[in-house]
């Protein structure tokens, strides 16, 4: 069952079905009774909407007896409260007691990141860092690199403030702070990176089961785009209030800026350059201090091939498509809100690779 605000999208999505009929409906999510009524009878809800719809949809599926599956977390529903990824853990206990599990932030990052942080640090006896980069390039004609998720989600991440986890707490920086040239594998090669609100570094220090000193999450991101949108949002212009008159309408500022450029969605021709996130974790491993690393690497080209798509939308429904099998064959650990480090990575990544798809594993040893 696919499920839409606009009833022709979710006619044109039921029909790119192939082994079994789709049904499409024409639905608000955020109208959570109606959507609690569509949901009873189903056993999995995936929710590929925006992460500001998560909270709902949990209380619809948890009322429905509908498990559920999200790609990302939203920041904090209101000023100084919890990440949004901690609201949803929250309601871990409720889910419990009904008997079905949410399993949110199962995309790529976050998700596929979580689960190889958890197998890399697996041989360690001490968990120094948890380092997690996620870059690319995209080019398509007129374009240089622009955000290949979606571009509401993309704003809302840049403008919530980045966290560290340091020691046994979450520390507040700034954004665009922490610059580093990371080296992902070729086709990417090396990007500058910068400090980005994740979800990663608010779930892995606690649920990995060893203790760890630091985690943070960069993004590569070309240095003109990032310091405009964060000029833009000081002078005001990108709240959501925040109108402008265009053609005879009045519309929100940051719907015109987010409009400039391309829908990921909506690409009807391969876009040129590949998508790659690294994972490295750094402790002791017997008397030697050593970094795992996990990298996963794919070019649009090849995603476009399998299954007319970016990388970054292909990686993500792979990510998901392996967790929808996990809960058809019964191996999810228990009820109620569990995060993907959670998960047995053994198994994860059996399945990753039975889809063909990349995991490239190292590790270097440190001089003392």
Request: glycine share 8%.
């Amino acid at each position: 069952m696919v499920m839409d605000r606009v009833g022709d999208r979710a006619r044109v999505l039921s029909g790119l079905g192939g082994r079994a009929p789709i049904e499409a409906h024409a639905l608000n999510v955020e109208n959570v009774d109606m959507l609690t009524r569509a949901l009873r009878g189903c056993d999995i809800a995936v929710n590929a909407t925006l992460p500001k719809y998560n909270l709902g949809i949990m209380r619809a599926c948890l009322e429905a007896h509908a498990s559920y599956l999200d790609v990302a977390a939203t920041g904090p529903s209101r000023p100084g409260g919890p990440p949004g990824i901690l609201e949803q853990i929250e309601m871990d206990a409720a889910f419990r007691s009904a008997g079905v599990t949410a399993l949110p932030c199962m995309g790529l990052d976050p998700g596929m990141t979580n689960v190889l942080a958890r197998e890399a640090a697996q041989p360690l006896d001490r968990i120094d860092a948890i380092r997690i980069r996620s870059g690319g390039t995209a080019k398509l004609p007129g374009f240089g690199n622009f955000p290949l998720y979606s571009r509401e989600a993309f704003l809302d991440d840049f403008l919530v403030r980045p966290t560290v986890w340091v020691g046994d707490h979450l520390e507040e920086r700034e954004p665009m702070s922490d610059e580093e040239e990371f080296a992902f594998p070729d086709p990417v090669g090396t990007q500058r990176t910068f400090l980005v609100s994740h979800e990663e570094v608010k779930t892995l220090p606690r649920f990995l089961g060893k203790p760890v000193g630091r985690v943070d999450f960069k993004l590569g991101l070309d240095p003109n785009l990032a310091h405009a949108i964060l000029s833009l949002e000081r002078l005001g212009l990108l709240k959501e209030d925040r109108m402008i008159r265009l053609g005879g309408q009045r519309v929100p500022f940051r719907k015109v800026l987010l409009s400039t450029f391309p829908e990921p969605s909506a690409l009807m021709v391969p876009v040129e350059g590949a998508t790659a996130v690294s994972v490295e974790v750094e402790g002791a491993k017997g008397s030697s201090r050593v970094i795992q690393r996990r990298d996963i690497v794919l070019t649009h080209q090849e995603a476009y091939r399998r299954r007319g798509t970016t990388a970054v939308t292909y990686l993500t429904a792979m990510a998901l498509a392996v967790a929808v099998g996990l809960f058809a064959d019964r191996v999810i650990p228990r009820a109620g809100v569990l995060v993907p480090e959670a998960l047995d990575p053994a198994r994860v990544l059996k399945e990753w690779k039975a889809r063909d798809l990349p995991v490239a594993k190292s590790e270097r040893t440190l001089a003392e």
